[in-house]
């Protein structure tokens, strides 16, 4: 099975790539929805961070539910508390991903798109080979941005862009790029090809199947105790 890591920055198309994938019928490891996923009521993630956060009064009006708006609100100009919910969260956000990312192996996949917003930011490049980045000039990702209807001005997008890793970086570090400067029909026929390429360097999935069952079956296993012991032991 050939994992690829999906990446870009903010606005230059990465959610557009993914959803084609997804139209292709290729599974996606959407690291943003797992974010969503495991800060949810009554999961390990989401007592660490009321323990961390819970003075600052980051849950919905007549809800359990974080919200997710103001947290963001109170983290974004502040390193240190971005670092703390990190530390909340990331680790039980890999330990999903990798459950999806095997249950897709056993579902006999040929490949699979790991979408990761901030997969250089997090190290996650270290364990990928195929790392693809989505990129655009920063005039266009403005100017998108500003589309998006939260962002009034140039200042305000501007922030929002230079609190990621340089997308030029990014490109850097990734092994392929995809230009996101002109329309989706553009990008949906780079992606095709890009597809294209990708399957043909594909090794036999039975092969792999054969020598990685037991250890990722064992793998899983481990998963789904480490899961029941975290929620045993923070709702008791």
């Not at 959407?30 to 600052?56: C, N, S, T, W």
């Not at 929002?160 to 092994?175: F, S, V």
Request: some cysteine; aromatic content about 10%.
């Amino acid at each position: 099975m050939l994992i690829i890591g999906l990446t870009g920055g903010i606005a230059t198309g990465k959610s557009s790539a993914s959803a084609y994938f997804k139209s292709q019928g290729i599974p996606i490891v959407d690291a943003d929805k797992i974010a969503r996923l495991v800060v949810e009521p009554d999961r390990p993630a989401y007592y660490q961070i009321l323990k961390q956060f819970g003075h600052l009064n980051i849950l919905e009006t007549n809800s359990r539910s974080l919200d997710r708006k103001r947290l963001g609100d109170v983290i974004f100009t502040n390193e240190l508390m971005r670092k703390q919910l990190n530390r909340c969260t990331h680790g039980y956000i890999r330990r999903e991903a990798l459950k999806q990312l095997i249950g897709s192996f056993f579902q006999f996949q040929s490949i699979v798109i790991w979408d990761v917003p901030l997969l250089f930011e997090v190290g996650l490049d270290r364990f990928l080979s195929n790392t693809l980045v989505i990129f655009c000039d920063q005039t266009v990702q403005l100017d998108r941005l500003k589309k998006r209807g939260d962002i009034s001005d140039d200042e305000q997008a501007l922030k929002r862009i230079n609190a990621q890793m340089d997308l030029n970086e990014k490109c850097r570090r990734a092994r392929y790029i995809i230009d996101n400067n002109s329309t989706k029909d553009v990008l949906h026929k780079q992606l095709k090809d890009f597809l294209t390429k990708i399957q043909s360097s594909q090794v036999n999935t039975l092969v792999w199947f054969v020598v990685l069952c037991i250890p990722l079956a064992l793998t899983y296993g481990i998963l789904r105790l480490w899961d029941l012991i975290d929620q045993f032991k923070y709702r008791n």
